[in-house]
Nanobody, 124 residues
Framework: QVQLVESGGGLVQAGGSLRLSCAAS????????MGWFRQAPGKEREFVAT?????????YYADSVKGRFTISRDNAKNTVTLQMNSLKPEDTAVYYC????????????????WGQGTQVTVSS
């Protein structure tokens, strides 16, 4: 029912910035909670940021990215973005966007729809 396509990953030096984008299909995009998660080699998939559906959405951030990352959505364009500033080597991971109505927005298991992932590498 829903397809998510991510873009914007790449290689950047520490202190630099990247903007990730997720394009979503479907007529019910605005009703979904959207989340960004990341997974580094040998690590579990972890919460990064979420934004609730409809207008006036509420955003949440992991402590590790608060103040550096910004999640936003454009329901008219069916897109979600993650602006990442002041990047650190520990931000290196595959970043995934997710959509759904999860009971806990910070847990990946509750999201039925996922993008393919995009690699972010931050060099020191």
């Amino acid at each position: 029912q829903v397809q998510l396509v991510e873009s914007g990953g790449g290689l950047v030096q520490a202190g630099g910035s990247l903007r990730l984008s997720c394009a979503a299909s479907g007529r019910t995009f605005s009703t979904y909670t959207m989340g960004w998660f990341r997974q580094a080699p040998g690590k579990e998939r972890e919460f990064v940021a979420t934004t609730s559906g409809w207008s006036g959405s509420t955003t949440y951030y992991a402590d590790s990215v608060k103040g550096r990352f910004t999640i936003s959505r454009d329901n008219a364009k069916n897109t979600v973005t993650l602006q990442m500033n002041s990047l650190k080597p520990e931000d290196t991971a595959v970043y995934y966007c997710a959509a759904g109505a999860p009971p806990n927005t910070r847990l990946p298991a509750g999201y039925p729809y996922w993008g393919q992932g995009t690699q972010v590498t931050v060099s020191s």
